[in-house]
């Protein structure tokens, strides 16, 4: 179950990888991995043996950061949008011309790419700690250890001996990685909807 994740990468680029398929096997193989990952993030969420009330104190939290990535989402697809113009015109000019694309134009996709790439990893690291206030709140003390454990100590930090990674490290981990998946969310309001 820890090296789930190693197979779930090479499902996912085996699926995406696909140039043969067409476009209906191509969306029927999306919706079987997502399974696949819903299967793996039960196999994390289920032992924690979480009660209604826990999960219904979690779900607010997830929700604000869920509706943040989404904004984030909009506001760079905006960016990219602006951008595609100037891409397209190289692209022509660079082939038809044989020409490489002006260099300032790497640096700005550069420059764009990284702003994007760093508002993102704030992002991730806001909403983990938003997360884990609720979940630190809410959790007891076995579910908090069942959450730590659920990961070997190489998937959090593969250049740190094992037992040089601090429970807190472990916890944020699970939290990123499995609370804040985006289907993590749906699987969680099913599971209130079963649990007492």
């Known amino acids: 179950m820890k090296h789930i994740f190693i197979c779930l990468g090479i499902i996912f680029g085996l ?10 096997q191509g ?7 997502m399974r696949i990952r819903q299967i793996d993030l039960l196999n994390q969420i289920v032992p924690l043996a979480l009660k209604k009330e826990q999960i219904n104190a979690l779900l607010p939290a997830i929700e604000r950061a869920r509706a943040r990535v989404t904004q984030e989402e909009k506001e760079e697809a905006g960016i990219l949008q602006k951008l595609d113009g100037k891409l397209t015109a190289a692209i022509k000019k660079s082939i038809e011309e044989n020409t490489p ?3 300032d134009l790497s640096l700005e996709i550069a420059k764009t790419t990284q702003d994007m790439s760093d508002k993102r990893a704030l992002i991730v690291d806001e ?3 938003a997360v884990l206030k609720v979940f630190n709140d809410t959790l007891d003390a076995g579910q908090k250890k069942v959450a730590a ?3 070997a100590a190489s998937f959090i930090n593969p250049n740190v001996k094992p037992d040089e990674i601090k429970e807190s490290e472990k916890i944020n981990f699970f939290i990123r990685e499995i609370l804040l998946d985006p289907q993590a969310y749906d699987i969680l309001i099913q599971l209130a909807k079963h649990v007492s």
């Not at 699926?15 to 209906?24: C, L, S, V, W, Y």
Request: glycine content about 4%; hydrophobic content about 25%; overall charge negative.
């Open 15 to 24: 699926f995406h990888f696909g140039h043969a398929q067409t476009a209906d």
């Open 27 to 33: 969306k029927r193989s999306d919706e079987i991995v």
């Open 101 to 103: 694309p002006p260099k």
């Open 127 to 129: 909403n983990t700690e």
């Open 149 to 151: 454990n659920s990961f």
